[in-house]
């Protein structure tokens, strides 16, 4: 069996041949490589050090092929179209501009493809509903399979890409903080997209209010260098710039850290770090985009957000600081959650099995 997966992000590269990409998609295409698949991976490749925290996790590629859909346009659509061809199964990573183009070529060639539908901004009409029409199947995580059953039937629902497992929970019995500060988490990319300025602007405001917390920002992107160069500046301000974490064991202990992860994103499909945080009994304050709103209920196990305003931010957390029921109560909510979602849908790479043994028959 051959597959070629199209991911909607992109491969990192480094001297000498070594390429990296989020240690999510490397740990779903080992599982691959495990099942004796041979796999090839199409995606941009970009050529950056690992200063300011992009993806870590090497591919290797002596057992994983990688198509660098950054080259010439006349070489890499000969590059793809062989690609495409070669395949036993298409997966796209949908949605995004490459998924969407070699999709086409699967149309175009008449090639078996499935989807991971990972995010909302796909359109209700148009070609995109062709693709999924046509999808031999569509893996979906939470929030966004209502969107999709009017356009098929062939829906795979699967357990979040995350690290963390119903084994790795922890539900909080006692108070944290022993100097009473409100322990803030931000992880995901530091971008524009994420809410991470206002987020910047709202600590600021919670520092006028006279309000206790210490902040962290797990994570790198377009943003972490300027956020650093601003906190040297701004000393007073208590935010810690973690860079990227993708050691499990890490990443767990920033959420046992936490009072609250905060997640102030403009858009999303429904985002890992939820997952996780809850996992760990941590407080959610998000906004209700995507398929958030599938999942979180405000005032139940989260507390909502309008997108874009640093001062909803504060004032939302200034609420979680000064009413510690409320942060347990949510905390309790949202573990309860994410165990019943772990408990009754099946893992990303089991559904891909599924998909594969479907077409061995």
Same mark, same amino acid.
């Given at each position: ?15 000498? @041949? ?5 240690? +999510? #998609? ?25 200063? @300011? ?6 591919? =290797? ?15 890499? &659509?000969?590059?793809? *179209? ?14 995004? #501009? ?20 990972? &995010? ?5 009409? $148009?070609?995109?509903?062709? *693709? ?10 939470? &929030? ?6 009017? +356009? ?27 100097? $009473? ?13 994420? &809410? ?25 992107? =377009? ?14 301000? =208590? ?26 994103? +403009? ?40 997108? $874009?305003?640093?001062?909803? %931010? ?22 309860? #959650?994410?165990?019943? %979602?772990?408990? +009754? ?17």
């Amino acid at each position: 069996m051959k597959i070629l997966v199209v991911g909607n992000g992109f491969t990192r590269y480094e001297e000498p @041949g070594r390429y990296f990409v989020n240690h +999510h #998609t490397a740990d779903f295409l080992g599982g691959l490589v495990a099942r004796g698949v041979k796999v090839s991976l199409a995606q941009p490749v970009i050529r950056v050090p690992t200063d @300011g925290g992009l993806n870590d996790a090497r591919v =290797p590629t002596q057992e994983i092929e990688i198509i660098d859909l950054n080259r010439r346009a006349v070489t890499i &659509g000969l590059k793809v *179209l062989q690609a495409i061809w070669s395949a036993d199964l298409v997966y796209l990573f949908f949605p995004g #501009t490459w998924p969407r183009l070699i999709g086409f070529g699967c149309l175009l060639l008449n090639r078996p493809f499935g989807i991971y539908l990972r &995010g909302e901004q796909f359109s209700s009409k $148009g070609f995109d509903v062709r *693709l999924l029409q046509r999808a031999v199947a569509i893996c979906t995580e939470t &929030g966004l399979e209502e969107r999709v059953r009017m +356009h098929s039937d062939r829906i795979i629902p699967v357990a979040p890409m995350i690290d963390m497992t119903a084994q790795d929970a922890l539900a909080r019995t006692s108070e944290r903080g022993p100097n $009473g500060s409100l322990r803030i988490l931000f992880v995901g990319r530091l971008e524009n997209a994420k &809410g991470v300025p206002e987020l910047v602007s709202a600590a600021r405001e919670l520092k006028e209010r006279g309000v206790s917390f210490e902040m962290r920002l797990v994570g790198g992107g =377009p943003l972490y260098h300027r956020l650093r160069e601003e906190l040297l500046v701004d000393s007073d301000l =208590p935010i810690v710039l973690t860079g990227l974490l993708s050691d499990k064991s890490s990443m767990m202990a920033q959420y046992e850290w936490a009072d609250a992860l905060v997640l102030p994103s +403009h858009h999303e499909g429904f985002p890992r770090v939820l997952f996780e945080a809850m996992i760990k009994s941590c407080a959610i304050v998000t906004t209700m985009v995507g398929g958030i709103p599938a999942v979180m209920r405000d005032g139940v196990n989260c507390l909502a957000l309008p997108v $874009g305003s640093s001062v909803a %931010i504060a004032d939302q957390l200034e609420r979680l600081a000064k009413e510690r029921g409320l942060t347990g109560a949510l905390a309790s909510a949202g573990h309860t #959650t994410v165990l019943e %979602i772990l408990a +009754h849908r099946v893992a990303h790479i089991a559904a891909v099995q599924r998909i594969i043994d479907a077409k061995v028959r």
